[in-house]
Nanobody
Framework: QVQLVESGGGLVQAGGSLRLSCAAS????????MRWFRQAPGKEREFVAY????????SYADSVKGRFTISRDNAKNTVYLQMNSLKPEDTAVYYC????????????WGQGTQVTVSS
């Protein structure tokens, strides 16, 4: 099992930047592909970004492509989400997700961190 703790959320004006961090503890961090999701009030949780266990592969939701960057430091057991050019519609609780790279597939979630973008 792995425990995930997000940090770095807050209140920022439109056009600003934030960097979210997700610190993992427990099992070997490099055994997990990592994702960021977000959930806005009244909406379903949605995918934001993905990074493979090695960091060699990334993907993004169309809504954040070109503005957000996911990265990881396996030596620090941490995954990051750099968010630039933030928009009010980016306002949500952001969640870190760890998923095992091989079967059986296990998913783990952090508690979330609030990001609020004011217009």
């Amino acid at each position: 099992q792995v425990q995930l703790v997000e940090s770095g959320g807050g209140l920022v004006q439109a056009g600003g930047s934030l960097r979210l961090s997700c610190a993992a503890s427990g099992r070997t961090f490099s055994n997990y592909n990592m994702r960021w999701f977000r959930q806005a009030p009244g909406k379903e949780r949605e995918f934001v970004a993905y990074i493979s266990w090695s960091g060699g592969s990334t993907s993004y939701a169309d809504s954040v492509k070109g503005r957000f960057t996911i990265s990881r430091d396996n030596a620090k057991n941490t995954v990051y989400l750099q968010m630039n050019s933030l928009k009010p519609e980016d306002t949500a609780v952001y969640y870190c997700n760890a998923r095992t790279t091989t079967a059986p597939v296990y998913n783990y979630w952090g508690q979330g961190t609030q990001v609020t973008v004011s217009s």
